[in-house]
Antibody, heavy 123, light 106 residues
Framework: QGQLVQSGDEVKKPGASVKVSCKASGYIFTSYGMHWLRQAPGQGLEWMGWISAYTGETLYAQKIQGRVTMTADTTTSTAYMELRSLRSDDTAAYYC????????????????WGQGTMVTVSS | EIVMTQSPVTLSVSPGERATLSCRASQSISNYLAWYQQKPGQAPRLLIYAASMRANGIPDRFSGIASGTEFTLIISSLQSEDFAVYYCQHYNNWYNFGQGTKLEIK
């Protein structure tokens, strides 16, 4: 079925960077992509972007583009999301979720999710 | 950009009764519509995909209906574990979510 396990919660100062990891198991990592989403406290879900674990191709939401980098390490079946120049409104739970292998692939929903990583940005 | 609009924001229903949640897309999304359930402190869980297909392990009291750009999630007989926030999502080349419906105990 598959499982995604994310790294632990983080506390960062404004202007710093954070890198969240998402380790996949129970499925072939390179047969899928990985989405990243976030959820500010008490708010809804915001899609941040996607990476193909097969090609490394990425697609970022316009709002976050320029501050985010998503990567995938096929040797460890781990996806990473790095967010730079952190602001207070980046405080949120960050999730990874399994997705399509390529953008041209048939659409698929987010069927496996990580447990979430809380990132708090505070001076 | 396709906007997903859910209604109501909050729905109060008694256990054992039926709950009906709505989601509208601002333009055609075919049936690339998913429903997720989220409980406090947990990640979302996929319930329904392709507008009406139940995900693995989802009880048959959950069902999805599509009519054009209008989508409905029906929970036929509410159990205590069903009280949560529900999100709809469009997942074809872009991945917008509705703002959520909180299903609470009446």
């Amino acid at each position: 079925q598959g499982q995604l396990v994310q790294s632990g919660d983080e506390v960062k100062k404004p202007g710093a960077s954070v890198k969240v990891s998402c380790k996949a198991s129970g499925y072939i990592f390179t047969s899928y992509g990985m989405h990243w989403l976030r959820q500010a406290p008490g708010q809804g879900l915001e899609w941040m972007g996607w990476i193909s674990a097969y090609t490394g191709e990425t697609l970022y939401a316009q709002k976050i583009q320029g501050r985010v980098t998503m990567t995938a390490d096929t040797t460890t079946s781990t996806a990473y999301m790095e967010l730079r120049s952190l602001r207070s409104d980046d405080t949120a739970a960050y999730y990874c979720a399994r997705g399509v292998i390529m953008l041209q692939s048939p659409p698929r929903p987010f069927d496996i999710w990580g447990q979430g990583t809380m990132v708090t940005v505070s001076s | 950009e396709i906007v997903m609009t859910q209604s109501p924001v909050t729905l109060s229903v008694s256990p054992g009764e039926r709950a009906t949640l709505s989601c509208r897309a601002s333009q055609s999304i075919s049936n690339y519509l998913a429903w997720y359930q989220q409980k406090p402190g947990q990640a979302p869980r996929l319930l329904i995909y392709a507008a009406s297909m139940r995900a693995n392990g989802i009880p048959d009291r959950f069902s999805g209906i599509a009519s054009g750009t209008e989508f409905t999630l029906i929970i036929s007989s509410l159990q205590s574990e069903d009280f949560a926030v529900y999100y709809c999502q469009h997942y074809n080349n872009w991945y917008n979510f509705g703002q959520g419906t909180k299903l609470e105990i009446k």
